[in-house]
């Protein structure tokens, strides 16, 4: 088992990281339930690698701007026409990934990767990437640091949040994009149709057994790092999908829960 | 404390209250009564700055507004402890943590509701009117000049709306209260705004009875009124 991450060592330090945003924005998505919201960032961000790959620049780079845009104008429709928004968010989901799949088909050779970025490869996780998480995570840290205290007020009482004056359009922008800057780090690892029940399944699970938002970010980092590297393992044995090994785990899990709690 | 002035507001075009007048004075202990739709969660809106008027102002002699929102509007299932919540009335957009003055604050008035020793009790395994009584500890910390609350007793038993009228009686602040519980003439109201699109604005009558703990409805508060001596004959 030392061995395995011995020989590909990107993939346990992806798990690592990808499992502390899954503390912070998992945790957050669960209790906003934003869920919606961020799959359709995260398959809208398809249309960000469409795009990198026509025009052949770099991919996490222009995701990282494409799906930062449909962050903002998510937030925008999702605080200004709460009760329609759902029509929205579904056509953004779709407008995102037809413009990956037309700007990706006008492109020669490009089958190549494109499953990876479907499903994920958290086997062959490059230096980049890496970096990237790295770089993501810092922000994620920091932010939820000095906002912890606004975030939760909002989460938990927008009206009572506005009256107490606090920003709520720009604390909710800032989150949505740090949400979409985590499933672009994540989509090479995970894979953008898997990303959304690794970023909702911890947390949820979490939630049950919690008193506090802090202890609810720690314990579904921790669930995601067992369910990630666990996944990992067996995925290696078996030589099956390591994703889908990692998602079906949580699920079984998830579903456990359910059961014994109600 | 609070004048309002030839108050309209209009949503889509259409009129949701039409030249409203409302003065709101110091110690003032007011009813917001009226039909669903009627506009009082829209006046209190206007009054917090949630909502601009159309037309008309509203003038406030205060900054310090302690508010309950409706427990409608929250998110049920959010991890969170009551001590938390409480803390939460200290916040404001340049303040980002809680100091040990703040904390001091939130349990003195979680022990002014009674509520001390739910402290580190998640918020979700409370009742609701223990719930409520954190929201009004919650709204208190910042010592406001001005209560306002938006049906706080919708959705909690007798004795839990007893409780949360004896601690809005205790209370020495101005207060305003949408109610759509008629027992609220009983808990020490002075003026009762009934609102329906416009304002009419009644002195409540001194009621010099004692209603039964156990059953009091609408039906017996017509009865008490009936023979309450106080109405001078107007009710008959």
Known sequence: MIELFTLIPNSFYASILISIAVGIVGSLIVINKNSFIAGSIAHGSFGGIGIAFYFGIPILLSTSIFASILAIILSFITLKMPHRSDAVIGAIWAIGMSIGIIFSEMTPGYNSGLISYLFGSILTIANEDINMMIGVDSLLIIFILFLYNQILLISYDKEFSKVQGLNVTLLHTIFLILTALTIVMSVRAIGLILIIALFTIPPFIAEKFTKSLKSMMFLSAILSAIFMISGIIISFYYDISATATIILLASVSFFAVMFKKN | ?236
């Open chain 2, 1 to 236: 404390m609070v004048e309002i002035k030839n108050l309209t507001f209009k949503y889509n075009n259409e009129i949701i209250l039409e030249n409203i007048n409302l003065k709101i004075e110091k110690y003032d202990y007011v009813a917001l009564i009226g039909p669903n739709g009627g506009g009082k969660t829209t006046l209190i809106k206007l009054i917090l700055g949630l909502l601009k008027p159309t037309s008309g102002k509203i003038i406030l002699n205060t900054k310090k507004i302690g508010y309950v929102p409706q427990y409608t509007n929250f998110s049920l299932d959010i991890p969170i402890r009551v001590i938390d919540v409480v803390l939460q009335g200290r916040l404001n957009k340049f303040k980002f943590f809680y100091n040990e003055k703040d904390k001091k604050i939130a349990l003195e008035k979680l022990s002014l509701v009674g509520m001390s020793k739910f402290q580190n009790k998640k918020i979700s395994d409370l009742s609701g009117g223990q719930r409520q009584r954190v929201l009004i500890a919650r709204a208190l910390v910042n010592e406001p000049d001005i209560l306002i609350l938006d049906e706080p007793t919708s959705a909690i038993d007798i004795k839990g709306q007893k409780e949360i009228y004896k601690i809005l009686k205790s209370l020495n602040i101005t207060k305003l209260i949408i109610s759509h519980d008629i027992n609220i003439l009983l808990e020490g109201v002075n003026k009762v705004a009934w609102i329906s699109k416009k304002l009419v604005l009644h002195n409540t009558p001194d009621l010099h009875f004692k209603p039964n703990e156990e059953h009091f409805c609408e039906v017996d508060f017509i009865n008490a009124i009936q023979n309450c001596n106080v109405c001078h004959g107007e009710h008959t």
